[in-house]
Every structure is written in structure tokens, then in C-alpha cells.
């Protein structure tokens, strides 16, 4: 597989695996408690901290399964159709569990002169059981393990992938340090909206994307 095929199969599933009202939400609980900016910042670090240590870990279990794979020879791949098909059947459920269920989860809110171990936790927590994400995040780091590219490019797709992936946690912040106030506002209206719409949301990036894999899947057989 050569490196814009690599990349025009990895990048849709990795905006897939970002879409996640959940970690957005949990990021912004933790960006508009008091306590003042700084107080703020320390617990959106330490938040990021913890999703970024689950996403690693995806990271090295798919490398690790991943060189245990056949390599991607070009043409027909029956091993990516059957783990995007699998998936996809995964994500159907996923998307009826979503729509379906009654109470999401709820995102504590913390006060404003907690420290930092509690959003940490909630980080790994909030990423951990974020399936959706999750059975979109695999099938793209086994295409990239799979590639046959050499380690460097391989590493930096790897990389590419868990930005991407993290980037409900990671850009909210990087709105807040650069626009201040104005940041916080818009983050606030936006969080709102997507605090109403959510259940939508997530069934729908789930239904959609199970569709999409079922089509990749049909198409590698």
C-alpha cells in the first residue's frame, strides 16, 4: 500500500473516531468550572493527559496485533474486509444502544479548587468507554501496521491517527489559551447545542460509519 492510499483509507475512520460528544462534553466540564483560568487549564491538562494514555495503549495493542498480520498487498484484503465487517455489525448495535438508551453518561463537574487526579481519571474513564470511537480507531491503525511502510512513516500515521482521534479533548483547550474569553463563549454555545443534540449524534456517527465499513468491508472481499 503506498502512502496517499494509506492516507485516503486511514483519515476518514480517524475523523470518525473523533466525532465523540462525550469527550468533548467532559472537556468542557472541566474548562468551565471555577476556580479561576489557571485552575481551569490544570484540570483540561490533566483530562487530556488521561484520554491520551488510553489512546496509546489502543496504539500499541493494534501495532502489536497488527505485525502479526499478513501485510497489505494491494488489490483484494480479505483481512481488513472481515475486521471492517465485524465492526460494522458492531457499530449496528452500538448505534441502537445509543438511540435507545435513556441516560447517558453523566460527566461530573468538578468544583473549582479540585486538583488534578479527578479529571486525570475522568479522562481514562470518558475514552475507555468510548466504543464508537474505539471500533473505528482499530480498523485504521491495522491498515496503517498492515501497510508495509517503513517504520518512520508508519510511527508518524500512528501519531496522525491519535491526534485526530483526540482532537475533542486537545482543541478546546487550544480555543480557550489562544482566543480567551471569546473562546470560552463560543465553546459554551457550542457545548449547549451539542448537550441537546447529543443522543443524535452519537447514534448517527455510529450508523453512519457502520455503513461505511459494511461498504469498505464488500469492497476488500
Not at 444502544?97 to 447517558?104: E, T, Y
Not at 481519571?121 to 466504543?131: C, D, E, R, W, Y
Not at 459554551?188 to 443534540?197: F, S, T, V, Y
Request: glycine share 10%; aromatic share 6%.
Amino acid at each position: 500500500m503506498n502512502e496517499l492510499e494509506l492516507w485516503q483509507r486511514v483519515l476518514p475512520l480517524a475523523v470518525g473516531a473523533a466525532a465523540s460528544p462525550l469527550l468533548l462534553l467532559g472537556q468542557l466540564a472541566q474548562l468551565s468550572a471555577g476556580g479561576g483560568r489557571l485552575w481551569a487549564l490544570r484540570r483540561s491538562l490533566a483530562y487530556l493527559l488521561g484520554a491520551l494514555t488510553v489512546v496509546l495503549c489502543w496504539t500499541v495493542a493494534a501495532g502489536w496485533v497488527s505485525q502479526r498480520l499478513p501485510l497489505h498487498q494491494g488489490g483484494q484484503d480479505p483481512v481488513a474486509a472481515a475486521v471492517q465487517l465485524v465492526l460494522a455489525l458492531s457499530l449496528v448495535a452500538a448505534a441502537l444502544q445509543l438511540w435507545r438508551r435513556s441516560q447517558p453518561p453523566t460527566i461530573v463537574t468538578p468544583t473549582g479548587g479540585s486538583g488534578v487526579l479527578s479529571p486525570l481519571l475522568q479522562g481514562l474513564s470518558l475514552m475507555a468507554i468510548n466504543l464508537t470511537s474505539l471500533m473505528l480507531f482499530l480498523p485504521a491503525a491495522q491498515l496503517v501496521g498492515r501497510s508495509g511502510q517503513l517504520w518512520p512513516e508508519r510511527v508518524l500515521a500512528w501519531s496522525a491517527l491519535d491526534l485526530i482521534t483526540l482532537l475533542p479533548v486537545w482543541l478546546p483547550l487550544a480555543v480557550v489559551v489562544v482566543s480567551g474569553r471569546a473562546g470560552e463563549r463560543w465553546l459554551d454555545l457550542g457545548g449547549r447545542w451539542i448537550a441537546e443534540h447529543r443522543r443524535a449524534i452519537e447514534s448517527g456517527v455510529a450508523a453512519g460509519f457502520a455503513l461505511f465499513l459494511a461498504c469498505r468491508g464488500l469492497g476488500d472481499l
